[in-house]
């Protein structure tokens, strides 16, 4: 037996309505039916994406997910310098400024629990 790959990323966070909220108001992503009543999954592809409350006995520190970055694709070119623009206007914390890069238009910021998230143009 051996492991495929990656199929399925949650973040565990801390106040599951306004991560959920973060994630398709500010970002874009939409809401999969289902999904059990603890999490809120997204119709992301080709990986599956969600955000949860934390496992029992799980404290989040106040910047989890250290040393793990979470990339984000856009859909069209130059929509990550956009979404950037917008999300630094509203006061979202950008951790590294717009930049190509062999990904396409690349940038950072930080999620309402202090994941590092970086989107990239396709």
């Known amino acids: 037996m051996s ?4 199929d399925f990323v949650a973040l565990q966070v801390r106040d599951l309505a306004r991560s959920a909220e973060f994630y398709e108001k500010r970002l874009g992503l939409k809401r999969a039916p289902g999904g059990p009543p603890n999490a809120v999954v997204f ?4 990986i599956a994406f969600a955000v949860r409350e934390p496992l029992p006995g799980v404290e989040l520190p106040e910047r989890p997910g250290t040393g793990v970055v979470l990339w984000l694709a856009t859909a069209a070119a130059g929509d990550a310098q956009r979404l950037h623009d917008d999300l630094k206007a509203d006061g979202v914390p950008i ?28």
């Open 3 to 6: 492991v495929t790959g990656i």
């Open 43 to 46: 119709a992301t592809e080709p």
């Open 95 to 122: 951790v590294a400024a717009p930049a190509d890069s062999p990904f396409g238009r690349t940038f950072s910021l930080a999620d309402p629990d202090g994941y590092v998230i970086t989107i990239h143009d396709r």
